[in-house]
């Protein structure tokens, strides 16, 4: 476990976020990096993303650590939701067309790993 200031994160969440991000970030810089952005560009724009996604979380934690759990539980179901519509409508069918008859193998080998590292993840 590794701990920060709201309680312990697993290491198995922050290879999952890692994995994640690093594969969707190599494939969106690809296509940008075919298109006219520079690379000073692209590089510019995945530094600020990172330095707001990070201010954000901080804000995030700020704002919400003393807000009730059952109002924090309905408001994650909701991001969760968001997340699962934006999978379904714009990321899968684009995984899909690059990868075809794999997409599905290449899901269920993320979910079992991610599976498998939760449940080895020392609580």
Not at 10 to 35: C, W
Not at 69 to 96: K, Q
């Amino acid at each position: 476990m590794i701990f920060f200031i709201g309680g312990p994160i697993s290491v198995a969440l922050l290879i999952a976020v890692f994995t994640a991000n690093l594969f969707e970030g190599l494939s969106a810089s690809l296509h940008m990096k075919l298109g006219v952005w520079k690379s000073k560009r692209v590089l510019g724009m995945w530094v600020s993303i990172v330095i707001l996604t990070g201010l954000s979380a901080m804000l995030s934690y700020i704002i919400f650590s003393s807000t009730d759990r059952h109002i924090l539980s309905g408001a994650l179901s909701i991001s969760a939701g968001g997340i699962l519509a934006m999978l379904s409508s714009t990321m899968l069918p684009e995984a899909f067309k690059e990868t075809e008859e794999y997409t599905g193998f290449i899901m269920a080998m993320r979910f079992l790993i991610s599976f498998v590292l939760s449940h080895l993840a020392v609580h």
